[in-house]
């Protein structure tokens, strides 16, 4: 089973960056197929992007494409992360975003995640 806490939201101008992480706990976090989704209010969760359990496949949603870089650390002696590195950011790039871990592979389907965390906030200014 695996756990997931996101960190690094926050406040930040348009054309800015942010790194948002999102700390794994588990043995088996190199199995997992590892997403990040956002929400805003009265919206769906919508897919942002997805890495593979090698992190030799990603792929983004056509929103956030050449902006956003998804990537994970699994080395046994360091602490099980990956990470969202946000560039160029926009007005509507704002939402909460979640970390989430599945087996089914690398689906842009929200379904397909067993594991969610509570969300971390960003929000991009104008």
């Known amino acids: 089973q695996v756990q997931v806490v996101e960190s690094g939201g926050g406040l930040v101008q348009a054309g800015g960056s942010l790194n948002v992480s999102c700390a794994a706990s588990?043995?088996?976090?190199?199995?997992?197929?590892m997403g990040w989704f956002r929400q805003t209010p009265g919206k769906e969760r919508e897919f942002v992007a997805v890495?593979?359990?090698?992190?030799?496949?990603?792929?983004?949603?056509d929103s956030v494409k050449g902006r956003f870089t998804i990537s994970r650390d699994n080395a046994k002696n360091t602490k099980n992360t990956m990470y969202l590195q946000m560039n160029s950011l926009k007005p509507e790039d704002t939402a909460v975003y979640y970390c989430?871990?599945?087996?089914?592979?690398?689906?842009?389907?929200?379904?397909?995640?067993?594991?969610w965390g509570q969300g971390t906030q960003v929000t991009v200014s104008s």
């Open positions: 989430a871990a599945g087996t089914r592979g690398t689906s842009t389907n929200s379904d397909f995640y067993g594991y």
């Open positions: 588990g043995r088996t976090f190199s199995r997992y197929s």
């Open positions: 890495i593979s359990w090698s992190g030799s496949t990603t792929y983004y949603a």
